[in-house]
């Protein structure tokens, strides 16, 4: 008898958790994604915070997915060999009308069963944090946000599922979800047709248009366009918290924090906009994000920036996470309304999503051998000099730095590249080992990086692309 089999629809963080989580099952998984790499749109360009929930809408679904999701991360990170930091974040009230928000925030993070919120003088806070506004009349601490490496989290999620029997199918856009007798039967992709017990819509920014494929989109998706800047490591004015606005009704607003790898990540803005494929940034957007952190930050030296992005971020309208299953059609599974704090959630939600599954009707049976650890990339750079020695004799590789921002190796690339779910891109392997992101933003390393891929994956260097196909880095020889 055949296993029955579970179609995953986007793989982003969300995606990869559930693909990871049913993976545990005896049950076919294989995950679809219109993109050329994991990571989906929201998960690869976000703020790589870990949020504990105090600011959710209390009594939600996503309220109740992101606080249990907070303290799964301590486990998780360490089976699966994730960069992660509880650095803490601050609620600073600059102005007397923030400060008197202040205990209808904690009150809120009370019903929210997030009770470690405590509240800060302005010199206490001035003591965790110098380069804070000195004006600071008090605010809130919030101990248990937390920094994490978003592309790493995605990837070796996908990267276990993967180790436990899913399939990754991607540059495979969905366009076709087939029914018959009140059940899924199908997913069309651009790639094929794939017989399904289950499709999971997990497609984020484009959950809706999944959803008309089945008649189930009572709601609709506008992007919303987030920009941010990336400050050099060396900046001048550093932050140790993540120090985050009070926030409004539209948005958490623009914070400042450090990243997992020592940077200073400032923004974002918060712009509804038609186009879900338009991450272009703008000076009116920057600026707007200098200003307002510049408030709370008032020697941020944006001077130090190394690069900007936008991301962009799926509303819903109606608002509200939403998990659905329907009476009449057996075996859709849909969400939306996955937004900011999709990344922290989603370790929830991939169990969430395969409990209901099985209150449902699924017949789910564990695995006896399920993979629980995977081991991440070395980070030849943060080795000590006898481990490096170490490496570069077992593989001669290590000893070739390939970027020197950052001290990635020919040899971490390769990994990037052969690993389960690999790198088949420029961006791909910038996400995966950071060659690129620092302060020459790939000018030297590039043309590298095309080589190396060119050569690990057996096709010539005009066939390279930055990420999705088409978009080559080459387009000829000169001589």
């Given at each position: 008898?055949?296993?029955?089999?579970?179609?995953?629809?986007?793989?982003?963080?969300?995606?990869?958790?559930?693909?990871?989580?049913?993976?545990?099952?005896?049950?076919?998984?294989?995950?679809?994604?219109?993109?050329?790499?994991?990571?989906?749109?929201?998960?690869?360009?976000?703020?790589?915070?870990?949020?504990?929930?105090?600011?959710?809408?209390?009594?939600?679904?996503?309220?109740?997915?992101?606080?249990?999701?907070?303290?799964?991360?301590?486990?998780?990170?360490?089976?699966?060999?994730?960069?992660?930091?509880?650095?803490?974040?601050?609620?600073?009230?600059?102005?007397?009308?923030?400060?008197?928000?202040?205990?209808?925030?904690?009150?809120?993070?009370?019903?929210?069963?997030?009770?470690?919120?405590?509240?800060?003088?302005?010199?206490?806070?001035?003591?965790?944090?110098?380069?804070?506004?000195?004006?600071?009349?008090?605010?809130?601490?919030?101990?248990?946000?937390?920094?994490?490496?978003?592309?790493?989290?995605?990837?070796?999620?996908?990267?276990?599922?993967?180790?436990?029997?899913?399939?990754?199918?991607?540059?495979?856009?969905?366009?076709?979800?087939?029914?018959?007798?009140?059940?899924?039967?199908?997913?069309?992709?651009?790639?094929?047709?794939?017989?399904?017990?289950?499709?999971?819509?997990?497609?984020?920014?484009?959950?809706?248009e999944i959803a008309e494929m089945?008649?189930?989109?009572?709601?609709?998706?506008?992007?919303?366009?987030?920009?941010?800047?990336?400050?050099?490591?060396?900046?001048?004015?550093?932050?140790?918290?993540?120090?985050?606005?009070?926030?409004?009704?539209?948005?958490?607003?623009?914070?400042?924090?450090?990243?997992?790898?020592?940077?200073?990540?400032?923004?974002?803005?918060?712009?509804?906009?038609?186009?879900?494929?338009?991450?272009?940034?703008?000076?009116?957007?920057?600026?707007?994000?200098?200003?307002?952190?510049?408030?709370?930050?008032?020697?941020?030296?944006?001077?130090?920036?190394?690069?900007?992005?936008?991301?962009?971020?799926?509303?819903?309208?109606?608002?509200?996470?939403?998990?659905?299953?329907?009476?009449?059609?057996?075996?859709?599974?849909?969400?939306?309304?996955?937004?900011?704090?999709?990344?922290?959630?989603?370790?929830?939600?991939?169990?969430?999503?395969?409990?209901?599954?099985?209150?449902?009707?699924?017949?789910?049976?564990?695995?006896?051998?399920?993979?629980?650890?995977r081991k991440g990339i070395v980070?030849?750079?943060?080795?000590?000099?006898?481990?490096?020695?170490?490496?570069?004799?077992?593989?001669?590789?290590?000893?070739?730095?390939?970027?020197?921002?950052?001290?990635?190796?020919?040899?971490?690339?390769?990994?990037?590249?052969?690993?389960?779910?690999?790198?088949?891109?420029?961006?791909?392997?910038?996400?995966?080992?950071?060659?690129?992101?620092?302060?020459?933003?790939?000018?030297?390393?590039?043309?590298?990086?095309?080589?190396?891929?060119?050569?690990?994956?057996?096709?010539?260097?005009?066939?390279?692309?930055?990420?999705?196909?088409?978009?080559?880095?080459?387009?000829?020889?000169?001589?």
């Amino acid at each position: 008898m055949n296993k029955e089999k579970a179609v995953v629809i986007g793989a982003g963080a969300v995606g990869c958790a559930i693909a990871r989580e049913l993976s545990k099952y005896e049950i076919d998984v294989v995950v679809v994604d219109k993109n050329e790499d994991i990571g989906g749109d929201a998960s690869k360009s976000n703020s790589a915070i870990i949020h504990t929930g105090y600011d959710a809408a209390p009594g939600t679904l996503e309220s109740q997915l992101v606080v249990a999701a907070n303290p799964m991360y301590d486990e998780l990170v360490e089976s699966l060999d994730v960069p992660f930091k509880r650095i803490g974040a601050i609620l600073p009230a600059i102005t007397e009308e923030q400060f008197k928000q202040l205990p209808a925030i904690k009150e809120k993070a009370f019903k929210n069963h997030v009770y470690d919120v405590e509240y800060k003088t302005g010199a206490e806070l001035l003591e965790m944090e110098p380069n804070l506004n000195p004006e600071v009349k008090g605010g809130l601490y919030i101990p248990r946000e937390s920094i994490i490496d978003p592309f790493i989290l995605v990837q070796a999620l996908a990267e276990n599922a993967a180790a436990n029997g899913a399939t990754f199918m991607l540059n495979a856009k969905v366009t076709d979800i087939k029914t018959e007798n009140g059940r899924v039967k199908s997913v069309v992709t651009t790639k094929g047709e794939i017989e399904a017990d289950y499709v999971i819509n997990s497609a984020g920014l484009y959950c809706d248009e999944i959803a008309e494929m089945v008649g189930k989109a009572d709601y609709k998706v506008v992007a919303r366009k987030g920009q941010f800047y990336i400050l050099d490591k060396n900046t001048s004015c550093k932050v140790n918290n993540i120090v985050l606005p009070i926030p409004t009704k539209v948005t958490k607003g623009k914070l400042m924090c450090p990243t997992i790898h020592g940077n200073m990540l400032v923004g974002p803005t918060a712009e509804d906009q038609p186009s879900k494929v338009d991450k272009s940034t703008s000076a009116e957007g920057l600026a707007s994000v200098a200003a307002d952190v510049s408030n709370l930050i008032p020697n941020v030296n944006l001077r130090d920036t190394i690069t900007q992005y936008s991301g962009l971020r799926a509303n819903r309208n109606p608002e509200g996470l939403n998990f659905d299953m329907y009476d009449d059609l057996k075996g859709y599974v849909n969400l939306s309304g996955v937004r900011s704090t999709g990344l922290t959630l989603s370790v929830a939600m991939g169990k969430y999503v395969v409990q209901q599954m099985m209150f449902h009707g699924a017949e789910l049976t564990l695995k006896e051998n399920f993979i629980s650890k995977r081991k991440g990339i070395v980070k030849f750079s943060e080795q000590s000099r006898e481990v490096q020695d170490e490496l570069i004799k077992e593989n001669p590789l290590y000893g070739n730095v390939i970027c020197r921002c950052e001290t990635i190796t020919e040899a971490e690339i390769v990994d990037a590249i052969n690993r389960p779910v690999g790198a088949k891109s420029v961006d791909a392997v910038k996400r995966r080992v950071r060659a690129g992101m620092g302060r020459c933003q790939g000018g030297f390393c590039g043309p590298k990086v095309i080589e190396i891929l060119a050569r690990e994956l057996g096709v010539s260097t005009d066939e390279i692309n930055k990420n999705n196909e088409g978009s080559y880095m080459v387009t000829g020889t000169t001589r």
